[in-house]
């Protein structure tokens, strides 16, 4: 399952994409605004958003794109590597 992470901490990224290749996700992480950040999230099975770490306009820009494209979107407030593991496991009751 692909995942689109929004949010956490840049020294984190490493560990993210660690936590997901655990569950047998592949995690594309995004810690900051790029350009044409709409068109670089793509089709992915979910988002994950780190709330209390990203941009008001990162959430909008990333939830409606989900809306478009009927993506489903997790929140999570803290951008720890435990919470992305827990919030990992929710997703997988959710989709499965």
Not at 40 to 52: C, E, H, Q, R
Not at 69 to 90: A, D, F, N, W, Y
């Amino acid at each position: 399952m692909s995942i689109i992470l929004v949010g956490g901490h840049e020294r984190m990224e490493r560990e993210y994409k660690v936590i997901g290749n655990k569950h047998g996700h592949k995690i594309k992480v995004f810690t900051k605004l790029t350009p044409r950040f709409n068109k670089s999230i793509g089709n992915p099975d979910a988002i994950v958003l780190f709330t209390s770490t990203v941009s008001h306009k990162m959430v909008h820009t990333a939830v409606k794109e989900a809306n478009k494209k009927r993506i489903p979107v997790m929140r999570c407030h803290t951008s720890s590597g435990s919470s992305l593991e827990e919030t990992l496991k929710q997703l997988q009751a959710v989709v499965c």
